[in-house]
């Protein structure tokens, strides 16, 4: 058998189904590589062995009775443990949550693991999805495979690490203002947001439910795209999940993007933008022009609004979401439980980590009595402006191309001093999460210090089979690759 | 000055959350940072848009199935007891509020 490293879902099943390995062979050679480098990178929060080898014994009895693999069969993929999985603990990176065992699956879980996909553990993240760099986890940080002092993006840092480093072949993230293209891009793999509506949601624990999105990783836009395939869809569990028919998103990767209109907005290359980052991100447009692309310039008006109206509604719901950890149901409870109201507010206190208190306030604050048109009530009509930008840019292209992110990986530590420097970070992913868009970062090049840089590339809604289509040209003609 | 430490205090009991004189002397500097930033948002004429309430009712979707009002199977108390701090008698058990 190749490394796990670098294997594909289609040479995964080429090996399969020519008995070159068994699933529960490479279910056991993958968690065993991927615990043994978990000190390294800090990816993983938890295995779950079992699991995995029962559902890599399910393939194996498939294969044996010649009956047809699902698209994900015998896959090793990682789950962010902000997504709950039944029987195996699931901690949001906090301390509050830190013993609680879900009683139920996620769906984008059961469909995973009804497609064949074997889940390998949980991944680290920042607590509760809050952070753009994976340092804001209860437990201990994750390395960038790329460069070990670095972060590797977040929130979604340990789903991006786990499979940059090959400890598992795809892996789902969430993304609420970027957490899966910033760390795909920091780390150098493939990552896709969503449509908003697209995949399901139950099973994802509440950060800011008119932004949160599962997504997948993979280390090629295949990968990443047949997980989204299988995970995305109407589910009567999710109000908010769309009835849109979901398109076969890997039938149409057929490496040509001759045509297709790409718009460049203006807004995106301005201060603040690291010149490295800028030139990468230029040659990768000189790529899409090469593929016949059409190129050319839009504008995102209300671009240089968005971290503001993002950080006041997404605080605003997560003080809302977060309301339920009261120490009573499933969170951990503090000792001091003289009186009800006592055993709540230490509860809380002691269960929430730095990040997750400052955003309870500030989201607590703009919904209070007096401040609630001031801030809530203008954040949401400047995100009705946001949204407009892409749906008048969307006019005249079928895609936009951007940065992921204004810098590379940075080193750990670097911003954690300054809540502020941190949020201005994710400039470039916030206005398509405003939006309900989806879109993807793909590797772009690196620095010459080796760091990763990513392209997003944004389309418009349920457009993900066009967009997919685009990413994957660009991934093959540009020869960046994974890795 | 945006926010003060007495509104930081108000706004961390609405939230019923315990925080430690440090703590509150930061957030209230942090917050006051996020503030005076989030003022570029009046800089934005918004007097003829209408907020954000779902962002697919733009996108022609849609979205308002719900499910069909029938009853689905439910945890039994056992199972939605079984990560709760303190349990008994088939019950969440919490600090007495009612004096006998």
């Given at each position: 058998m190749d490394g796990v490293k670098t294997l594909t879902i289609d040479r995964i099943h080429e090996g399969l189904r020519a008995r070159q390995f068994s699933a529960v062979e490479l279910a056991r050679q993958a968690l065993e590589a991927a615990q043994k480098e978990n000190d390294q990178y800090g990816s993983f929060l938890l295995f779950c062995p079992e699991r995995a080898l029962e559902a890599a014994a399910r393939v194996d009895a498939k294969i044996a009775a010649g009956e047809p693999l699902g698209p994900l069969a015998g896959v090793p993929v990682a789950v962010k443990d902000v997504i709950v999985t039944r029987g195996v603990r699931t901690t949001?990176?906090?301390?509050?949550?830190?013993?609680?065992?879900?009683?139920?699956?996620?769906?984008?879980?059961?469909?995973?693991e009804r497609a064949g996909g074997m889940i390998l553990g949980k991944t680290n993240c920042d607590e509760f999805a809050m952070g753009s760099s994976t340092e804001n986890s209860a437990f201990y940080p994750v390395r960038n495979p790329a460069a070990p002092d670095r972060v590797p993006g977040g929130s979604s840092g340990g789903s991006a690490a786990a499979v940059a480093a090959g400890q598992a072949v795809v892996s789902l993230g969430s993304d609420t203002g970027g957490s899966i293209r910033q760390p795909a891009s920091f780390c150098g793999v493939v990552g896709i947001?969503?449509?908003?509506?697209?995949?399901?949601?139950?099973?994802?624990?509440?950060?800011?439910?008119?932004?949160?999105?599962?997504?997948p990783f993979g280390r090629t836009v295949k990968d990443a795209a047949?997980?989204?395939?299988?995970?995305?869809?109407?589910?009567?569990?999710?109000?908010?999940?769309?009835?849109?028919?979901?398109?076969?998103?890997?039938?149409?990767?057929?490496?040509?993007?001759?045509?297709?209109?790409?718009?460049?907005?203006?807004?995106?290359?301005?201060?603040?933008?690291?010149?490295?980052?800028?030139?990468?991100?230029?040659?990768?447009?000189?790529?899409?022009?090469?593929?016949?692309?059409?190129?050319?310039?839009?504008?995102?008006?209300?671009?240089?609004?968005?971290?503001?109206?993002?950080?006041?509604?997404?605080?605003?719901?997560?003080?809302?979401?977060?309301?339920?950890?009261?120490?009573?149901?499933?969170?951990?409870?503090?000792?001091?439980?003289?009186?009800?109201?006592?055993?709540?507010?230490?509860?809380?206190?002691?269960?929430?980590?730095?990040?997750?208190?400052?955003?309870?306030?500030?989201?607590?604050?703009?919904?209070?009595?007096?401040?609630?048109?001031?801030?809530?009530?203008?954040?949401?009509?400047?995100?009705t402006l946001i949204a407009r930008d892409f749906t008048d840019a969307f006019q005249s292209v079928d895609a936009i191309v951007t940065p992921a992110s204004p810098f590379p990986a940075f080193k750990l530590g670097e911003k954690m001093a300054?809540?502020?420097?941190?949020?201005?970070?994710?400039?470039?992913?916030?206005?398509?999460?405003?939006?309900g868009i989806c879109g993807v970062s793909v590797p772009c090049g690196r620095t010459s210090e080796g760091l990763p840089v990513g392209m997003q590339i944004l389309a418009k809604y349920f457009d993900e089979h066009r967009m997919l289509r685009l990413a994957h040209a660009f991934e093959q003609a540009g020869g960046f690759g994974a890795g | 000055?945006?926010?003060?430490?007495?509104?930081?205090?108000?706004?961390?009991?609405?939230?019923?959350?315990?925080?430690?004189?440090?703590?509150?002397?930061?957030?209230?500097?942090?917050?006051?940072?996020?503030?005076?930033?989030?003022?570029?948002?009046?800089?934005?004429?918004?007097?003829?848009?209408?907020?954000?309430?779902?962002?697919?009712?733009?996108?022609?979707?849609?979205?308002?199935?719900?499910?069909?009002?029938?009853?689905?199977p439910a945890f039994s108390s056992e199972i939605a007891l079984a990560s709760a701090p303190r349990s008994g008698a088939g019950q969440f058990k919490v600090p007495k509020v009612v004096e006998r």
């Amino acid at each position: 058998m190749d490394g796990v490293k670098t294997l594909t879902i289609d040479r995964i099943h080429e090996g399969l189904r020519a008995r070159q390995f068994s699933a529960v062979e490479l279910a056991r050679q993958a968690l065993e590589a991927a615990q043994k480098e978990n000190d390294q990178y800090g990816s993983f929060l938890l295995f779950c062995p079992e699991r995995a080898l029962e559902a890599a014994a399910r393939v194996d009895a498939k294969i044996a009775a010649g009956e047809p693999l699902g698209p994900l069969a015998g896959v090793p993929v990682a789950v962010k443990d902000v997504i709950v999985t039944r029987g195996v603990r699931t901690t949001c990176g906090s301390r509050i949550l830190e013993s609680y065992v879900p009683p139920y699956d996620a769906t984008a879980v059961i469909r995973l693991e009804r497609a064949g996909g074997m889940i390998l553990g949980k991944t680290n993240c920042d607590e509760f999805a809050m952070g753009s760099s994976t340092e804001n986890s209860a437990f201990y940080p994750v390395r960038n495979p790329a460069a070990p002092d670095r972060v590797p993006g977040g929130s979604s840092g340990g789903s991006a690490a786990a499979v940059a480093a090959g400890q598992a072949v795809v892996s789902l993230g969430s993304d609420t203002g970027g957490s899966i293209r910033q760390p795909a891009s920091f780390c150098g793999v493939v990552g896709i947001l969503p449509t908003y509506g697209r995949v399901s949601r139950y099973g994802l624990v509440a950060f800011a439910s008119s932004l949160d999105h599962i997504g997948p990783f993979g280390r090629t836009v295949k990968d990443a795209a047949t997980l989204l395939h299988v995970i995305a869809g109407r589910d009567p569990a999710d109000s908010t999940s769309a009835d849109v028919p979901v398109a076969d998103y890997t039938a149409g990767l057929d490496g040509k993007a001759a045509g297709f209109r790409v718009g460049v907005p203006r807004e995106y290359f301005g201060a603040g933008l690291d010149p490295q980052v800028a030139d990468r991100i230029q040659r990768g447009i000189e790529v899409f022009r090469k593929m016949g692309c059409e190129v050319r310039e839009v504008s995102l008006p209300h671009t240089d609004y968005a971290i503001a109206s993002y950080y006041i509604i997404c605080t605003a719901e997560a003080s809302s979401n977060l309301a339920r950890y009261d120490g009573v149901r499933y969170s951990r409870r503090s000792e001091r439980e003289d009186t009800l109201l006592d055993m709540y507010r230490y509860s809380r206190g002691e269960g929430f980590g730095a990040e997750v208190k400052r955003r309870i306030i500030l989201g607590t604050y703009v919904l209070s009595a007096g401040y609630y048109d001031a801030y809530y009530l203008k954040a949401q009509k400047v995100r009705t402006l946001i949204a407009r930008d892409f749906t008048d840019a969307f006019q005249s292209v079928d895609a936009i191309v951007t940065p992921a992110s204004p810098f590379p990986a940075f080193k750990l530590g670097e911003k954690m001093a300054d809540p502020l420097e941190m949020y201005l970070s994710d400039i470039y992913t916030i206005t398509a999460s405003l939006a309900g868009i989806c879109g993807v970062s793909v590797p772009c090049g690196r620095t010459s210090e080796g760091l990763p840089v990513g392209m997003q590339i944004l389309a418009k809604y349920f457009d993900e089979h066009r967009m997919l289509r685009l990413a994957h040209a660009f991934e093959q003609a540009g020869g960046f690759g994974a890795g | 000055m945006k926010i003060t430490e007495k509104e930081v205090r108000y706004v961390a009991d609405l939230a019923n959350l315990a925080l430690t004189d440090d703590e509150i002397r930061r957030y209230c500097a942090d917050l006051d940072d996020i503030l005076v930033y989030a003022e570029k948002l009046n800089e934005v004429d918004t007097s003829r848009v209408e907020p954000m309430a779902q962002v697919l009712l733009g996108s022609g979707d849609p979205t308002a199935t719900l499910r069909v009002d029938a009853p689905q199977p439910a945890f039994s108390s056992e199972i939605a007891l079984a990560s709760a701090p303190r349990s008994g008698a088939g019950q969440f058990k919490v600090p007495k509020v009612v004096e006998r």
